[in-house]
């Protein structure tokens, strides 16, 4: 016990940095780490809204069919009933959200080019789904002199 | 003092009445804004996806759609989903032929014939959105996460890019962005799935081949997708507790 009450002067000293460093981590961390640091685990909160602050670029089928009910109404019953509009007319959230959509029309797709993005033939397409070639089907023309995209089936 | 105490006993009794997030929108209502209020609780939702190899047919939809909404590099080492095409030869079915021509961003242009004995099928590939990530666990500064609506989402302001999760991840859905010079990776469209829309992906499959899904929501038809159909993930057996569940997975894809 005298021997180590002899030692404690440099034991104070070494006790004095030791805090002095624990501060010094402790005023670094408190300034560093944002308080919304491990809410909800071990990340920052805010990269949640960070992610969710990305802008839209496809508006969505339910914004088209919010003025286009028309069209809605006639894909009724047609094999191409489920499909969204923006798979064929692309992304089109600055056209729905535009004051004046009518400024920002999109462009129609192509009458042939859209419809072999799905309906060329491929081996490894699943059986039973329709597909052509464009070489031996239809005359040449754009597919829809003879099809309806809305309603594409032929009666 | 006396102002002060009514309104930590005013916020206090909010909190205690209403929920945490229905006295934060309580901010919104007082300010005359109700409809700013932030209507999507976290908690609620755990976000899966339902995908079925039987119905994708290689349009490459989904990988267009995606880079143009999160504004992905048309680089063709840059995706946040893509499709690969199989080749299986029934000699050696562990021993798949594999391609992916641009991720599937440009189609599948026909290679080979049919008739030759051969299974050939479209895999649509994206972050499985893991319940225990490897590359989460990997993370040496908290940059990559699961959200508590279980979305792996990345925190751009704290990644380093010192690329261990890209290598970590056992589905490759990991790269890094040469302009950041940080890890980009699918997010789920999580601005998207918040405001209640459906992801890019989903959004434009003419095949409904993609369907988000919600476990949480008992609503959601996700569960009758996987009550009736034979279910598989990519590699079970390194227990990431992958969310991306397929219809239709044959056991040669990796």
Redesign the interface.
Known sequence: MREWLRDREHMVRMGILFAGALAVFLVVRAVMVPKD?GT?????TG??A?????????A???ACGDCHDDIVASRKGSK?E???C??CHG?LEAHASAGDPSTLKPKLPDGKTICL??H???????AG?PQIDPKDHGDGGPCTSCHNPHHPEIS | MGTDRRAFLKQTGLILVLSGAAAQAWDFVLAGEPEKAPT?K?LDHWWAMAMDI????????CVR?CK???GVLLEPDCFRTWVE???VHPDDPGHPEVDSPNGGYD??P?K???GDGSK???VPKMCNHCAHSPCVQVCPV???????DGVV??????CLGCRYCVQACPYGCRYIDPRTETVDKC?LC???I??G??T?CC??????ARKLGDLKDPKDPIHDFLKDHMIHVLKPEMATGAKAYYNGLDGSVR
């Not at chain 1, 060329?120 to 699943?126: G, I, L, M, R």
């Open positions: 640091f909800y685990g071990h990340f920052r990269a949640l960070d992610n969710m602050a990305h802008p839209l670029v496809f969505g089928r339910q191409h489920q499909i969204g923006e798979a992304a993005v799905c060329k033939e491929n081996v490894a397409k699943p789904f | 999507y976290l039987r119905k994708c047919i290689g349009c490459g939809n759609a143009a909404e999160n095409r199989y080749h189609g599948f026909e080979y014939k049919a050939n099928f479209f908290g940059a990559t996460f699961e959200s508590p989402l990345v925190d751009k302001t704290y997010s999580y601005h998207r918040t405001k829309l459906t890019a959004e434009v499959c003419p095949m409904g």
